[in-house]
């Protein structure tokens, strides 16, 4: 390495006391030209016949070790690189600064973080890749892209993401929208930090095998809320400092919905954009992982949670509509915050569904009274496609007195919504107040469990179908979820008429004590 320096070692015996940017880097890159060539002889001497297993293992610490070196690099720790500096210095006679020495020190750092980045292409079959074999003669293929159209070019990740989030749009929530933003953006910054490339010259097709891998190791290590937990910080800092701190990481689940989200934007650009390529994120999530920690994230309640939230003093007497959970005598039937929980236990409907309605929404189809769950206002979100859907509404709300709390809301405002009492949170939700409030009053009646909530009820009512033996496919079909199977995408669906069969087959103990007070 010594002989390609000796100009810059010219110049700190003749009096330099600071090293240029540039003169850092090429250190840098003449030790890990250097380190890259050794192992690319060790591996086309020693290599043959190769396992998935050992790839996927020297890869792994290829990865490992390059961000313990970046760790280093970030808080000036030396210790792993100073007998290379030492004999770098020594070789060539020299006595630098200590200023000088911790640049040199900083260089081989960045040095070995390029080699093992090498190492990886190289230890995965890559040993003739251009980006390790430093040929000047060697074209490295064009990654560059086109920011607008696919037409001529190779598409660019970001516009992809750009046109990807302007489709979904229509069919999410803003805060779906947003978080399904965040994620793509995370990946961004998570690519630029690992590679230092500009992400508006990052190809989509320059995303492979071994950069997924390597972020589904990250985001087993990245904890929740990394931006606002560790401000300032890259992702791999955030990955770092949160080991440090003993943060747990994200859930499996949350992994699995980032990765998924990954392998969407490359699914609509594959079909909507002409996109020739493969989609590196199929199949890539932990299915078996997510459904557990799906099951797991959130429990139904207990037959025993069910009976005191409707035997409590909301259903019962209260003391007054702002300390519903203490015992007296008003019964707040014209309330949004008696009603939702009730159409949440007999229908599993979610309390954005639920609390965006409108009285046009509520009629007869076939002599069944249902709610249409639909976007035909502006303020109105669903959370997917399949969420478009009529819900029937059981014979137990309309014996509590629900039609009779419609006409009511509707000789008022018969365009109205049916809640107009329950104003828009500032996430432009009609959910993100309520939710609240419900997790405040559960924990009131000393019920609430950090597994427990609102949509626990979605739990309650997908289990009871379950043990009703109602197919999974009409069970997932009522609570607007789609099961993805091929039969699915054929018919017209269940009938309003079979979803209020199945419904009333499920038995709500629960309510007997405020049936019979109605009664």
């Known amino acids: 390495m010594a002989h390609q320096l000796d100009h810059l070692f010219y110049k700190i015996r003749h009096g330099l006391t600071l090293l240029s940017a540039e003169e850092v880097s090429q250190v840098a890159n003449e030790l890990a030209k250097e380190k890259t060539e050794s192992l690319r002889r060790e591996v086309l001497e020693d290599f043959s016949n190769r396992t998935p297993e050992n790839e996927e293992m020297e890869a792994f610490s290829a990865r490992t070790f390059r961000n313990e070196v970046l760790e280093d690099l970030r808080y000036s720790r030396f210790e792993s690189v100073k007998l290379e500096v030492d004999a770098l210095l020594q070789e060539n006679t020299l006595e630098v600064s200590q200023a000088i020495y911790h640049q040199l020190c900083r260089a081989a750092l960045q040095g070995l973080a390029e080699f093992y980045r090498n190492a990886e292409i190289i230890v995965t079959g890559g040993?003739?890749?251009?980006?390790?074999?430093?040929?000047?003669?060697?074209?490295?293929?064009?990654?560059s892209c086109q920011q607008d159209e696919p037409d001529g070019g190779t598409l660019c990740l970001r516009p992809v993401i750009n046109k990807f989030i302007r489709e979904k749009r229509g069919t999410l929530?803003?805060?779906?929208?947003?978080?399904?933003?965040?994620?793509?953006?995370?990946?961004?910054?998570?690519?630029e930090d690992k590679d230092g490339v500009n992400n508006e010259a990052r190809a989509i097709s320059s995303i492979t095998t071994q950069n997924v891998r390597a972020y589904k190791e990250h985001l087993q290590q990245t904890p929740s809320n990394a931006s606002k937990v560790?401000?300032?910080?890259?992702?791999?800092?955030?990955?770092?400092?949160a080991i440090r701190d003993g943060r747990k990481p994200l859930t499996i689940e949350t992994q699995n919905k980032y990765l998924q989200c990954l392998s969407g934007l490359y699914e609509f650009a594959i079909n909507e954009l002409d996109y020739e390529g493969k989609n590196p994120f199929k199949g890539r999530s932990n299915t078996k992982g997510a459904k557990t920690a799906g099951r797991d994230q959130r429990h139904p309640f207990s037959n025993q949670q069910l009976q005191r939230i409707f035997t409590s003093p909301l259903f019962?007497?209260?003391?007054?509509?702002?300390?519903?959970?203490?015992?007296?005598?008003?019964?707040?039937?014209?309330?949004?915050?008696?009603?939702v929980p009730l159409?949440?236990?007999?229908?599993?409907?979610?309390?954005?569904?639920?609390?965006?309605?409108?009285?046009?929404?509520?009629?007869?189809?076939?002599?069944i009274w249902v709610f249409d769950l639909n976007t035909?206002?502006?303020?109105?979100?669903?959370?997917?496609?399949?969420?478009?859907?009529?819900?029937?509404?059981?014979?137990?709300?309309?014996?509590?007195?629900?039609?009779?709390?419609?006409n009511l809301q509707t000789s008022t405002n018969p365009q109205g919504r049916l809640?107009?009492?329950?104003?828009?949170?500032?996430?432009?939700?009609?959910?993100?107040?309520?939710s609240k409030w419900f997790s405040r009053y559960i924990s009131n009646l000393g019920i609430k469990t950090t597994?427990?909530?609102?949509?626990?009820?979605?739990?309650?009512?997908?289990?009871g179908f379950r043990n009703a033996g109602i197919s999974d496919e009409l069970a997932e079909n009522f609570v607007g979820r789609s099961t993805g199977t091929t039969g699915e995408s054929y018919g017209s669906g269940f009938s309003v008429k079979s979803f209020f069969e199945a419904l009333h087959t499920l038995h709500f103990d629960c309510t007997k004590d405020i049936l019979s007070n109605q009664q």
């Open 343 to 367: 159409i949440g236990l007999y229908s599993g409907m979610r309390e954005q569904e639920i609390l965006q309605l409108y009285l046009e929404d509520i009629y007869r189809v076939d002599g």
């Open 376 to 406: 035909n206002h502006s303020d109105k979100r669903l959370k997917t496609l399949q969420s478009k859907r009529l819900v029937p509404i059981h014979t137990d709300l309309v014996s509590l007195g629900f039609l009779d709390f419609v």
């Open 173 to 191: 929530a803003d805060k779906q929208l947003a978080s399904q933003s965040a994620k793509l953006q995370y990946f961004l910054d998570y690519l």
């Open 419 to 434: 809640f107009p009492d329950a104003n828009m949170a500032s996430d432009g939700t009609y959910s993100g107040n309520f």
């Open 451 to 463: 597994k427990t909530s609102f949509h626990s009820l979605r739990h309650n009512i997908k289990d």
């Open 230 to 241: 560790y401000p300032g910080m890259t992702p791999s800092q955030a990955a770092a400092a």
């Open 127 to 143: 040993v003739d890749d251009p980006r390790v074999t430093f040929d000047p003669d060697t074209k490295i293929p064009d990654s």
């Open 316 to 339: 019962t007497g209260c003391k007054s509509l702002a300390t519903c959970h203490k015992v007296g005598h008003i019964i707040p039937r014209e309330s949004h915050k008696y009603w």
